[in-house]
């Protein structure tokens, strides 16, 4: 039996078992899990460190490498977001609604756990942990595979989990790691059918493209983040020079960083220049437009490609538009439907761009960098949906489970 058939094995018995698991006995395992991250993180950090030596030796950009680093305040993170996860109401078994028919029957609608969640994930070590917390609060088994890059940090994350979880009571095989990351093993977990009930790719274009490409099994599909701040004519510009900054610099490796800045020209003359010097203190590649380029000629030019690119690094498109209308236009021309921002204090403008802008989040005179599950009060999320079917945008728990028809009767039989 292969690896990736006995864990799939493990995951799907023990999902059976884990619906009947109560409420006490996750959030004691998880309890567990938090405190365990802590007390073992030097045991994490050293297995990150060969990780990240064996990036640099790959010539990996900082900016991936930042990705990949666990530091005590990290890991301190990721197990306050485990907690977080502990202190949200139980889903499960929650009965959405329920009515009455004319002929006496009961019928309600009832959460329920989907089963077995597969992941496929590369580079953020984070994401081991958010996807088992959030699958064990919802009375999923899980199954991780990451990528190679970080599988040393993967497995130690895995360890202590296994250790803290199955010691309060979860039954093992319902938190279970990949060791082999190879493209084959992934393809084959693609098709597990019988076995995997949900599949959630978290990571690059090619990743989730290839997911949606060859996958049997039921995927959510969590695109890429193509993310654009909008600073309309009407914007305060020193708000828009804080989100900007913020938005393209202070993580610039995520999803949620912005990609690309949108400027009204009625405003260009007077905020480009600010701008421009403030991203290439942090030493921001600028790639801009002939318009942009009038005004601060000290910039390389942007390519149509460019406009399509998440760059994942110090790097950001620029284009000066002609009001909300084109910055709408122009952003659901090349977005990729996950988070955009528009800095205004223009009511209509507000409200015409959230309306209007087809993404997973938008937001007015805030940072695209707060589309995530911790920052919306889900604790963590297993992944950030740009589709529109089942979930979108941060995947929290109640995207993690299923509905059952409940059905009380009195003895009616149909005509």
């Given at each position: 039996?292969?690896?990736?058939?006995?864990?799939?094995t493990l995951a799907k018995d023990a999902s059976f078992k884990m619906a009947g698991v109560s409420t006490v006995t996750k959030d004691n395992a998880l309890d567990a899990i938090a405190s365990a991250l802590v007390s073992r993180a030097d045991e994490i950090i050293a297995a990150n460190a060969e990780d990240i030596k064996n990036a640099?030796?790959?010539g990996t950009r900082e900016a991936m490498i930042d990705r990949l680093t666990l530091t005590k305040e990290r890991i301190d993170g990721i197990a306050e977001g485990v907690r977080q996860v502990r202190s949200l109401a139980d889903p499960i078994g929650e009965v959405v609604k329920m009515w009455k028919r004319p002929n006496g029957l009961e019928i309600g609608q009832k959460r329920v756990p989907m089963g077995v969640i597969a992941i496929i994930y590369e580079a953020r070590p984070n994401v081991?942990?958010?996807?088992?917390?959030?699958?064990?609060?919802?009375?999923?088994a899980c199954i991780l595979r990451g990528g190679s890059e970080a599988i040393n940090s993967n497995k130690a994350l895995m360890r202590v989990m296994q250790d803290a979880a199955y010691g309060a009571g979860l039954p093992e095989g319902s938190l279970n790691i990949i060791e082999d990351t190879s493209r084959e093993t992934a393809a084959e977990l693609m098709k597990m059918n019988g076995y995997v009930d949900m599949l959630i790719p978290r990571g690059g274009k090619g990743l989730i493209k290839s997911v949606v490409d060859n996958a049997t099994v039921p995927v959510v599909e969590t695109a890429a983040g193509n993310c654009h701040v909008y600073v309309d004519g009407s914007a305060d510009l020193g708000m828009a020079k804080k989100i900007v900054m913020n938005a393209k610099v202070q993580r610039p490796s995520v999803c949620n960083a912005a990609e690309t800045l949108l400027v009204d020209k009625k405003i260009a003359d007077k905020f480009i220049p600010v701008i421009f010097d403030a991203l290439k203190e942090k030493n921001v590649e600028i790639r801009a437009d002939k318009n942009a380029k009038n005004i601060y000629a000290d910039v390389l030019d942007v390519t149509d490609e460019d406009y399509y690119t998440e760059y994942n690094d110090y790097i950001i498109a620029v284009k000066v538009v002609d009001g909300v209308d084109e910055a709408i236009a122009h952003i659901n021309k090349y977005n990729t439907k996950h988070s955009e921002a528009i800095v205004t204090n223009d009511y209509a403008a507000a409200q015409k761009f959230l309306n209007e802008v087809d993404a997973a989040a938008v937001y007015v005179n805030a940072s695209t960098r707060f589309t995530d599950g911790f920052e919306f009060g889900f604790g963590a999320e297993i992944g950030i949906s740009t589709q529109k079917m089942h979930a979108r945008g941060p995947m929290g728990l109640e995207a993690l489970t299923s509905i059952k028809y409940i059905v009380y009767g009195s003895g009616q039989i149909r005509e």
């Amino acid at each position: 039996m292969t690896e990736l058939l006995e864990k799939c094995t493990l995951a799907k018995d023990a999902s059976f078992k884990m619906a009947g698991v109560s409420t006490v006995t996750k959030d004691n395992a998880l309890d567990a899990i938090a405190s365990a991250l802590v007390s073992r993180a030097d045991e994490i950090i050293a297995a990150n460190a060969e990780d990240i030596k064996n990036a640099r030796a790959k010539g990996t950009r900082e900016a991936m490498i930042d990705r990949l680093t666990l530091t005590k305040e990290r890991i301190d993170g990721i197990a306050e977001g485990v907690r977080q996860v502990r202190s949200l109401a139980d889903p499960i078994g929650e009965v959405v609604k329920m009515w009455k028919r004319p002929n006496g029957l009961e019928i309600g609608q009832k959460r329920v756990p989907m089963g077995v969640i597969a992941i496929i994930y590369e580079a953020r070590p984070n994401v081991t942990v958010d996807a088992a917390a959030l699958c064990l609060k919802t009375s999923n088994a899980c199954i991780l595979r990451g990528g190679s890059e970080a599988i040393n940090s993967n497995k130690a994350l895995m360890r202590v989990m296994q250790d803290a979880a199955y010691g309060a009571g979860l039954p093992e095989g319902s938190l279970n790691i990949i060791e082999d990351t190879s493209r084959e093993t992934a393809a084959e977990l693609m098709k597990m059918n019988g076995y995997v009930d949900m599949l959630i790719p978290r990571g690059g274009k090619g990743l989730i493209k290839s997911v949606v490409d060859n996958a049997t099994v039921p995927v959510v599909e969590t695109a890429a983040g193509n993310c654009h701040v909008y600073v309309d004519g009407s914007a305060d510009l020193g708000m828009a020079k804080k989100i900007v900054m913020n938005a393209k610099v202070q993580r610039p490796s995520v999803c949620n960083a912005a990609e690309t800045l949108l400027v009204d020209k009625k405003i260009a003359d007077k905020f480009i220049p600010v701008i421009f010097d403030a991203l290439k203190e942090k030493n921001v590649e600028i790639r801009a437009d002939k318009n942009a380029k009038n005004i601060y000629a000290d910039v390389l030019d942007v390519t149509d490609e460019d406009y399509y690119t998440e760059y994942n690094d110090y790097i950001i498109a620029v284009k000066v538009v002609d009001g909300v209308d084109e910055a709408i236009a122009h952003i659901n021309k090349y977005n990729t439907k996950h988070s955009e921002a528009i800095v205004t204090n223009d009511y209509a403008a507000a409200q015409k761009f959230l309306n209007e802008v087809d993404a997973a989040a938008v937001y007015v005179n805030a940072s695209t960098r707060f589309t995530d599950g911790f920052e919306f009060g889900f604790g963590a999320e297993i992944g950030i949906s740009t589709q529109k079917m089942h979930a979108r945008g941060p995947m929290g728990l109640e995207a993690l489970t299923s509905i059952k028809y409940i059905v009380y009767g009195s003895g009616q039989i149909r005509e």
